[in-house]
């Protein structure tokens, strides 16, 4: 089982292979197949840093703690209407996915991000309701 905060939800979703170092890339890359190989893998939705935040590199201000993050993670929570706590499975997120968000929401829900300028999220998003999941990483 994967523990996840709100807003990673998404960034799985339009990962590409990139990152803020190697270490966070080879810990998304892993957690990313895993999930793509096995949509059952289950994911518990937490409140503040998780797994992903592990490889966060450390320099400067750390961007896991910032209430910006807390914000986005609450927002999308909400989008998708679900809750911290809970434990499902990453196919059921995807359906969630399909049922409550369009590639537009982006837009809004992820304004100050900046990994939003590449489109990539708004691809993941539309690929999940085009049935494909997450799209491999090369």
């Not at 270490?23 to 957690?31: D, I, K, P, Q, R």
């Not at 499975?89 to 992820?110: A, G, L, M, T, Y």
Request: hydrophobic fraction near 30%.
């Amino acid at each position: 089982m994967y523990k996840l905060r709100g807003h990673h939800l998404f960034c799985l979703l339009g990962y590409r292979g990139m990152g803020y170092s190697e270490e966070y890339v080879e810990n998304m890359t892993h957690l990313h197949q895993n999930l793509s190989n096995d949509p059952e893998t289950l994911i518990q939705i937490i409140k503040g840093p998780d797994q992903l935040c592990e490889k966060y590199p450390n320099s400067g201000k750390y961007h896991c703690q910032d209430d910006h993050i807390y914000e986005r993670d609450a927002a999308i929570l909400e989008k998708l209407g679900l809750k911290i706590g809970q434990i499902l499975q990453w196919k059921n997120i995807e359906s969630h996915i399909r049922k409550f968000v369009v590639p537009s929401d982006i837009q809004i829900v992820c304004e100050t991000c900046s990994w939003r300028s590449y489109g990539v999220c708004e691809e993941g998003i539309q690929e999940i309701h085009e049935g494909k999941g997450l799209r491999k990483i090369k």
